[in-house]
């Protein structure tokens, strides 16, 4: 039986409009980039037959007889460049916007368009036309087996809307459905038919007035069971409202309390069924770790200041699980060192929760794209990223596909503490956010998340200040005073570096348990693990300018103790979780008393454990670490180098794409200089902060002789992008790739 033949017995004939269903034809185009003008037709008509060419007048006469016009983006797309105003004459029938409505679910859909492989058949819309046959084929028989309900709801909510009446009206066999519903009639169909996926409680009537086929959108999501559905991105860039939606619906607890509301949005529930756990962590008392939970839940932007240990990461990572089940969304984690994401990424895998990923430059290209694709893909709740790479193209393309629902930035004292020598980054994360927000068409500003271990009243302001300034949200604080009361600290003085060294040998040998010892230079933690190896402890470095895979190999083999000694500079760390640290010895002082409470922190993660903390010193300590802080000070005649140096870089372009290396050359720096990038990104951010350039996003250099893998994802030598005020008076906004993208992938939309 021909597919006309089977689409003949799915649908009944009826005489509405004196319009027969029966009398149809498939219409696909190719039309240039370049001039947006027709260079192909392909049309296959009910009866069978083909047309393929570029005669408009040719193509009306073979589709005279026609009533329903199917395509694929026909709507948008084709009709507007064959037909014109002539469109009236056909029932036009868009395959593409019904298709996340009819087949919402992971795996979705699939049409694969392997002519596309084929030399020979490129571009050919014949092919294509086949394939939206198929499409419609299936569309027609999944309606049909919808419940009668269902198909009323999207009947009421659809029927009068170009993109969706054309479908309905061809595939409804009951014209008793085709009449008009009351918005009370229809809240009240939906809240029968998703009585236990939304609450009970939202408005539902306001929302069928102002925003019909959103709510449709969002009603398709909440209807399936595998929380790794996505919305498709094309979706979310024609209808933006979708999110906001699938929010009021499903994740906005209500104060009725109501069948969904008391068991997806139970935070107690949730802590047990993902961690274990019976109850939320206390402070001297004092419920912090559970109502900032709450606060998370209810969509609050918050500041929780938790000792190191004191349960940080279960206070964002619940409320992600939480919004990824129910409103499928993503939470973006920023955090400045890449191993606390690995570490948190693997902690979650080992309790069974798969909804981690990071992006970060421990990966190898493979790596990285199969993680990208995982964002793309739905398969992640969770996403770790560095503050650094807010800057990357790849990282705002899939996030712009994706449904972010909170900013979570750990480390938040980054900020003000010591952001502008350690992460000058962070000052570009109010700016990302906001503008992300415009891009996405937000009505509503993303909740933010801020975590830190120590932070002073000065610093707790900045953060706060920020925030308020560049997004315009307050921050509720969640401070905890408690102690850290099963850590002993002690400070031993060492004479000589010779006495320094036999005493930490002292105190590794008394103790048998996993240890870390800070140093504050790199050469330092390679030379002195080499000394304890020789002497016959199983010792092992780790500083920030190790080859990356040595990195990973050494924390793996800490964590998994394979060596008991880890030595480190401040590179190490921050947030991982092993809980039986018992000792810490600081060989050389720490940058500040903050640090050095994060640093020490990191013994004792278990409160059971008794874990000792050593600081080593001796005299010359103190002037070794004030030449090292010099050395990181940016004089106000270095950052107006880098400012003139800019300057000659675009005296004759409004624009222009540099590395640190080549700025810090025409500044007249020492190329040879420790940390010339560092140096010249804090003068690059103090010279943003003072508006006298925008810094854009990275641009990845490769060069290379073949490239295996479809996407990078930024991993290659990032060179600075940056506009001169002084030079940009009548400067357009930059190109963003991924509107393309998503316009492209809204013509596609299910791979046709």
């Known amino acids: 039986m021909s597919i006309w033949d089977r689409i003949q017995e799915l649908i009944s004939n009826k005489d509405e409009k004196n319009l027969d269903p029966s009398k149809y034809a498939i219409i696909d185009t190719e039309v ?80 694969l368009k392997d002519d596309k492989i084929l030399t020979d058949e490129l571009n050919n819309p014949v092919n294509d036309c086949y394939k939206a046959q198929d499409l419609l084929l299936d569309e027609v028989e999944q309606w049909l087996s919808l419940p009668t309900d269902k198909k009323k709801i999207y009947i009421a909510l659809l029927l009068d809307k170009k993109e969706f009446k054309g479908f309905i009206t061809f595939a409804e066999k009951d014209k008793e459905l085709l009449r008009e519903y009351t918005n009370t009639e229809t809240a009240d169909l939906i809240k029968s038919c998703y009585r236990s996926k939304i609450c009970q409680n939202t ?60 068991s997806k949005l139970n935070i107690y529930t949730n802590l047990k069924t993902f961690f274990g756990y019976d109850k939320f962590r206390e402070y001297e008392g ?40 129910t409103v499928h969304g993503l939470t973006v984690v920023i955090s400045p060192l890449q191993s606390l994401m690995k570490d948190q990424v693997d902690n979650l895998a080992n309790k069974g929760i798969s909804d981690a990923v990071t992006i970060n430059g421990l990966l190898d ?99 706060c200040d920020y925030f308020n300034k560049t997004l315009g949200i307050d921050l509720k604080l969640y401070a905890s005073k408690a102690s850290r009361t099963n850590l002993k600290y002690s400070v031993i003085h060492s004479e000589t570096d010779d006495d320094k060294y036999t005493r930490l040998r002292s105190l590794i040998t008394e103790s048998s348990c996993p240890t870390i010892v800070y140093v504050s230079r790199t050469q330092r933690a390679v030379d002195l693990a080499k000394k304890l190896e020789r002497d016959g402890f199983d010792a092992l470095p780790y500083h920030g ?20 000694i880890i030595v480190a500079t401040s590179a190490f760390g921050m ?34 454990l008794k874990a000792k903390c050593y600081v080593l010193f001796n005299e010359d300590d103190l002037n070794k670490h004030f030449i090292l802080l010099n050395q990181t000070k940016l004089s106000i005649s270095e950052i107006q180098q880098v400012w003139k140096a800019i300057k000659e870089l675009t005296k004759h372009k409004e624009k222009t ?51 295996t893998v479809k996407n990078l994802g930024g991993s290659t030598q990032a060179n600075y992008r940056f506009h001169s005020v002084r030079q940009r008076r009548h400067r357009k906004g930059c190109s963003h790739n991924q509107i393309s993208d998503i316009k492209k992938e809204h013509k596609q939309g299910t791979g046709l």
């Open 32 to 111: 240039s980039n370049n001039d947006h003008k027709v260079h192909d037709i392909g049309t296959i008509r009910f009866d069978g037959q083909i047309y393929h060419g570029n005669d408009k007048n040719a193509l009306f006469s073979f589709i005279s007889e026609v009533d329903f016009i199917c395509g694929h983006n026909i709507i948008n797309h084709d009709a507007k460049y064959i037909f014109g105003d002539e469109n009236s004459k056909w029932e036009l029938i868009d395959t593409l916007y019904v298709s996340p409505l009819l087949f919402p679910e992971r795996p979705y859909h699939k049409l």
């Open 203 to 262: 408005d539902i009537e306001a929302i069928i007035s102002s925003q019909p086929i959103e709510l449709a959108y969002a009603l398709a999501l909440a209807d399936t069971t595998d929380y790794r559905s996505i919305t498709p991105g094309w979706v979310i860039h024609n209808f933006p409202n979708v999110e906001n939606i699938i929010i009021r619906l499903r994740h906005t607890l209500c104060d009725e309390g109501c069948e969904y509301c008391n």
């Open 365 to 463: 290209p493979i790596s990285r794209s199969n993680a990208i694709q995982r964002v793309l893909d739905g398969d992640a709740s969770i996403l770790y990223i560095a503050p650094e790479m807010l800057r990357s193209k790849t990282i705002e393309r899939i996030l712009l596909v994706r449904h972010v629902v909170r900013f979570v930035i750990d480390e938040a004292h980054c900020f003000s503490a010591w952001g502008q020598d350690f992460r000058v980054d962070y000052l570009y994360i109010g700016k990302f956010i906001s503008e992300y927000q415009k891009k996405k068409q937000y009505g509503t500003t993303i909740p933010v998340s801020c975590f830190t271990a120590t932070a002073k009243p000065k610093v707790i302001q900045d953060i």
């Open 286 to 325: 004092e419920p912090l770790q559970e109502l900032a939970v709450k606060a998370a839940v209810n969509r609050e932007s918050l500041l929780a200041i938790f000792p190191t240990g004191g349960g940080k990461s279960l206070t964002f990572q619940l409320p992600a699980i939480i919004e990824g089940r």
């Open 657 to 707: 794409s540099s590395s640190a290396l080549e700025i810090a050359r025409k500044a007249g720096w020492d190329d040879s200089v420790s940390d010339i990038e560092t140096r010249v990104r804090t003068a690059i951010s103090a010279l943003e902060q003072g508006g006298y350039l925008e810094r854009g996003n990275n641009i990845p250099h490769v060069y290379a002789t073949g490239i």
């Open 545 to 564: 300018k190790m080859d990356n895979d040595e990195k990973i190999k050494n924390q793996e083999a800490f964590m998994n103790d394979q060596a008991r």
């Open 575 to 608: 947030g991982v979780d092993k809980s039986d640290v018992g000792l810490v010895v600081h060989y050389d002082i720490s940058d500040s008393l903050e640090n050095y409470v994060q640093e020490a922190g990191r013994a004792g993660r278990n409160p059971m």
